[in-house]
């Protein structure tokens, strides 16, 4: 037996010993990270057995939900195995390419791309980015051994695990004919001619890859400046790791060049690895910068080309410790001691937190389906649009009748009796259904609310809320009141208020006594002069005791003259004897402000 673990080559005793430690980190993290992608992307893969129709879902992605499938129907542990496996197959198929291109044996590159926090942090979610670095190095490696059929056709599967797979086919292409391997090119169809065929057949529309396209041109996430992801290199690689990448580029490059005579196919390999890479980065910052193909400017997908950026950026690393001449034992132990030293400098990036945690939203959307669960009407058919409350509930999402994806006008749609959970990202955002949509049908009654302990705002700037309403005959209906503040004395035009101070309180309401009245939203409208180009900020903050756990605020501009305003404050619901409304100003830069007719129209039922 010892003998036989003997003959266990280091490189793969190595990657099963990273695979077996990152599936034990996983398994001890909180439920499965990665945010709402990442559940969804599980849940398809694990419900595409009863409903087949998953496996062409586009939004999904076809080709990683058939992989992922056959581990999601062991549950949450099964993707965790899958996801770990796929990362570590990664590393180990990085070390393998450079393996090529060095005499030393690199073995620190199995541990040196998790040095990546990026990497690292998408090893325990089931996101496509990983299985979408798999393909791609694997086609590499592939391509260097000159496996060039199983190159073109492995690779030509990429863009049905992520849509940016389309672009780096022409890449491969154009890398294939570089070195006139011109029968193979017409191979890198393969995929697209499969999954036409197979779309082509369900849906009668053989067009179907681009007609189901689920990616509108203008994007609803809005755009951002076009260096977005190089100013975040700190987040997802480091401070480092991106120069040290350009250097191993730029030396590959000119041996390329001026050495290889431009024969070289592992070199030329590589290069192909790093074109890809600067694609990528240029693509995603374009489409960023313009805001289109529902870019998000996450900057987790860079971990796709992470992989190619480590076997570039470790040719970099290797060419420069063996210019010192020592044997390989102490280049190892350099090259080792060079990954340590990247991972602990690139982790304070990521605050240090190397066992995963769920966010803040998913925090409390799974709060609320806890609550949910212990509630009598717990059979009824939900309507929810995040798809964390049908994880966190353990809803089946092939039920129609126990739930379903709301989409917009909801409360057409949704019938007596039913239930639906109301967010403000999903609901907001992707259901196009805005709080005041749903508050305002007297038919939906609300029935529980949650919003995150600690200040914090979801996609399109509003407040993180939870709400989960029961769809009922008929409601109270809204009323309407106007209230002037106290000290006011008139509403007369010609009262004013003047202060210049940092903060001014304009009002403080114990929230047991608005809720008495049953207040649940207000609206502040005012006129106000302050000088051009000047500007404060209009406050309402949530206090409970000494911590200010939720506020709502905005910035209030000046031209020089008198102008209206108003905004609508949503009141969340109370969590302790001690919370209590602040409505101020705070004025910054202490200038000159003058404050007329104010007045609060309160809304409830």
């Known amino acids: 037996m010892i003998r036989w673990l003997k003959n266990i080559p280091f490189d793969v005793v190595l990657t099963i010993s990273v695979f077996f430690v990152l599936l034990c980190i996983s398994i ?4 499965l990270h990665g945010g709402s992608d990442s559940i969804n992307h599980y849940l398809i893969a694990k419900y595409s057995w009863s409903n087949p129709s998953f496996f062409l879902d586009h939004w999904g992605k076809p080709f990683y939900t058939l992989v992922a499938s056959f581990f999601a129907q062991f549950g949450v542990i099964g993707i965790k195995v899958f996801t770990t496996l796929v990362v570590s197959l990664s590393a180990f198929y990085s070390y393998r390419i450079l393996k090529e291109l060095v005499s030393v044996k690199p073995y620190f590159l199995i541990l040196f791309l998790f040095s990546f926090s990026i990497y690292y942090e998408l090893s325990f979610t089931s996101l496509t980015e990983p299985f979408f670095s798999l393909v791609l190095i694997f086609s590499g490696f592939l391509f260097i051994k000159k496996k060039w059929f199983w190159s073109a056709v492995i690779i030509s599967f990429l863009p049905f695990v992520r849509s940016e797979g389309f672009i780096l086919l022409l890449v491969w292409a154009m890398a294939l004919m570089w070195f006139r391997q011109y029968k193979y090119v017409g191979f890198l169809l393969t995929g697209i001619l499969l999954y036409s065929v197979i779309g082509g057949l369900y849906y009668g529309d053989f067009y179907w890859i681009y007609t189901k396209y689920p990616y509108p041109e203008n994007s609803i996430y809005g755009n951002g400046e076009f260096w977005h992801f190089a100013n975040k290199f700190s987040e997802w690689s480091g ?11 730029f030396y590959m490059l000119y041996r390329f060049l001026f050495i290889s005579k431009r024969k070289d196919i592992p070199e030329g390999g590589v290069l192909l690895l790093a074109g890809c890479v600067l ?4 693509g995603h910052s374009y489409v960023w910068y313009k805001g289109s193909s529902a870019s998000l400017g ?3 997908v860079m971990a796709c080309v992470v992989p190619c950026m480590a076997v570039v950026a470790g040719y970099g690393i290797v060419s420069i410790v063996q210019l010192v001449k020592v044997n390989q034992l102490y280049i190892h132990i350099i090259l080792f001691g060079i990954t340590t030293g990247l991972f602990y400098h690139n982790f304070q990036y990521f605050d240090d937190q190397y066992i995963s945690k769920i966010g803040k939203e998913e925090r409390v959307i799974k709060e609320m389906a806890n609550w949910y669960k212990n509630q009598s009407f717990k059979d009824k058919k939900v309507y929810a649009y995040d798809p964390n409350f049908p994880f966190f509930s353990a809803l089946s999402i092939y039920d129609k009748n126990k739930y379903e994806y709301p989409g917009r006008k909801i409360t057409e749609k949704i019938q007596e009796g ?21 508050f305002k049908d007297s038919t939906l009654t609300p029935l529980n609310w949650e919003y995150c302990n600690t200040p914090h705002r979801t996609l399109g700037g509003f407040p993180y809320d939870v709400i989960v309403f029961e769809k009922v005959q008929e409601g109270d209906p809204l009323s309407i009141d106007t209230v002037l ?5 008139t509403i007369d035009s010609e009262f004013q208020c003047y202060f210049n101070d940092e903060y001014s309180e304009i009002l403080q309401e114990d929230i047991r006594l608005v809720r008495e009245k049953n207040i649940e939203k207000w609206n502040v409208m005012f006129t106000y002069k302050i000088p051009s180009s000047k500007s404060f900020v209009l406050v309402m903050a949530y206090t409970d005791g000494e911590m200010n756990p939720r506020y709502e605020s905005k910035v209030i501009e000046g031209t020089g003259d008198w102008n209206i305003e108003d905004m609508t404050f949503t009141l969340p619901p109370q969590k302790s004897d001690s919370t209590y409304i602040s409505l101020y100003y705070w004025n910054k830069d202490t200038i000159d402000v003058r404050i007329q007719d104010v007045s609060i129209i309160s809304i409830g039922r």
């Not at 480092?240 to 191993?248: A, D, K, N, Q, S």
């Not at 403000?424 to 709080?435: C, D, I, P, R, W």
Request: glycine share 8%; charged share 25%; aromatic share 24%.
């Open 418 to 438: 039913e239930v639906l959970v109301w967010d403000s990202h999903f609901g907001a955002n992707e259901g196009k259904t805005l709080f005041e949509d749903v």
């Open 28 to 31: 001890v993290s909180e439920d």
């Open 485 to 489: 503040f106290e000290y006011y004395d």
């Open 239 to 249: 401070t480092v790791l991106p120069y040290v990448f350009l250097g191993g580029f």
């Open 298 to 300: 996450l900057v987790r």
């Open 279 to 282: 694609i990528f980065f240029f």
